[in-house]
């Protein structure tokens, strides 16, 4: 079965500093790999998604996220946060032949300060 | 994107008492959807794969009974807690992802806020 390790559950930073969250994940096989926002009351929402080609993916409000095979990594990366980007993070990994059934981490609760 | 909603958003029952959560694809079918318990600073744990038109596959550890999952048609499962307890108590997550072949994301409702007294 597919684990999901995430660091630093809280994380507090200023605007404009660069925000990195770590995530890590065991699985010996080809995976589909995740990360997921959940802003204050409202539902998780995808950030960005790892299926093939690219290690680097772009995702949505200038996240990005680096996949890299021989760390079993997939480190989340924004150069520059806004307050807006409070929320909680979530990796997740699923088997790239499974049936999409998801592995959460714990998540990161990231709070900027103004 | 695709539209997952969850129905309700929150609900406090009576220990004792059945509660009845609904996950519905608003704009696609879904063969596959997922249950997840969300407890207090921790991660989403799948606690079953609801499939359409047959039973639902439960993660170990999980009680089938005290979890019923009904999928009876492309675009609505329910997961019905009963004989609920307070330890019952827990924000629970649907997900579900577009039907197709290949890898996908899975699309999430708003998730239901469980309290039980």
């Known amino acids: 079965a597919q684990s999901v390790s995430q660091h630093n559950h809280h994380v507090i930073l200023s605007e404009a500093a660069s925000l990195e969250l770590g995530c890590n994940y065991s699985?010996?096989?080809?995976?589909?790999l995740f990360w997921y926002v959940q802003y204050p009351g409202q539902h998780l929402q995808l950030l960005l998604k790892?299926?093939?080609?690219?290690?680097l993916v772009k995702g949505i409000k200038g996240f990005e996220a680096e996949f890299i095979k021989s760390k079993f990594s997939f480190n989340l990366r924004k150069p520059s946060v806004q307050w807006s980007d409070t929320a909680e993070y979530f990796c997740?990994?699923?088997?790239?032949?499974?049936?999409?059934?998801?592995?959460f981490g714990k998540g990161n609760q990231v709070v900027v300060i103004p | 994107g695709a539209v997952v909603s969850q129905h309700p958003s929150w609900v406090i029952c009576k220990s004792g008492t059945s509660v009845k959560i609904e996950c519905r694809s608003l704009?696609?079918?879904?063969?596959?959807m997922f249950w997840y318990r969300q407890f207090p600073k921790q991660s989403l744990m799948l606690m079953a794969t609801?499939?359409?038109?047959?039973?639902?596959?439960?993660e170990q550890g999980v009680e089938k009974d005290k979890f019923l999952i009904n999928h009876a048609s492309l675009t609505l499962s329910t997961l019905t807690v009963t004989s609920a307890h307070p330890e019952d108590s827990s924000f629970y997550i649907c997900?579900?992802?577009?039907?197709?072949?290949?890898?996908?994301?899975?699309?999430f409702g708003q998730g239901t806020r469980l309290t039980v007294v």
């Open positions: 704009d696609f079918q879904a063969t596959t």
């Open positions: 997740a990994v699923n088997s790239y032949y499974g049936n999409n059934r998801l592995a």
């Open positions: 790892y299926f093939s080609g690219d290690p």
């Open positions: 699985y010996g096989g080809t995976v589909n």
């Open positions: 997900s579900a992802p577009p039907g197709g072949q290949g890898p996908t994301e899975a699309f």
């Open positions: 609801s499939n359409e038109g047959s039973k639902a596959t439960y």
